[in-house]
């Protein structure tokens, strides 16, 4: 099977919340756009990543009340990147190196989405 590169494979577009934010907007941030997480950015530059999972774990679970949280509470840091031209290959090995199911993407200093375990098996399925 020829090697893919994982720039095609982001779906969506890129969504994120400032830091400083209360989880109360990130989980109507992430219902609004759709999303099961969003990138995390602080002074102009991304710093992390929160997630529906984060919020359950965290704050619902923690029985505490989301907008007394800021997001940069619960967010996982540091940002785990890859770069756009990378293959499927070494973002799967990274993301079971690191035990995460998402990575940020890069391409060159620019931050352009973020790809899944999901649009792994999305991609898996259309070769089928």
Known sequence: MPSIEIGGLISGRLVYIQSEEAVSKAARLMRDENVASLLVK???????????????????????????????????????????????????????????????????????GVITETDFTRKLISLL
Request: aromatic content about 2%; hydrophobic content about 40%; charged content about 35%.
């Open 42 to 112: 602080e002074k102009g530059n991304f710093v992390g990543i929160v997630t529906e999972k984060d919020l359950i774990n965290k704050v619902v679970a923690e029985e505490l009340y989301p907008g007394d949280i800021k997001v940069k509470e619960i967010m996982s840091s540091p940002l785990i990147t890859i770069s756009h031209r990378e293959s499927i290959e070494k973002a799967a090995k990274l993301m079971r190196k690191k035990e995460v199911r998402r990575l940020a993407v890069t391409e060159g200093d620019k931050m352009i």
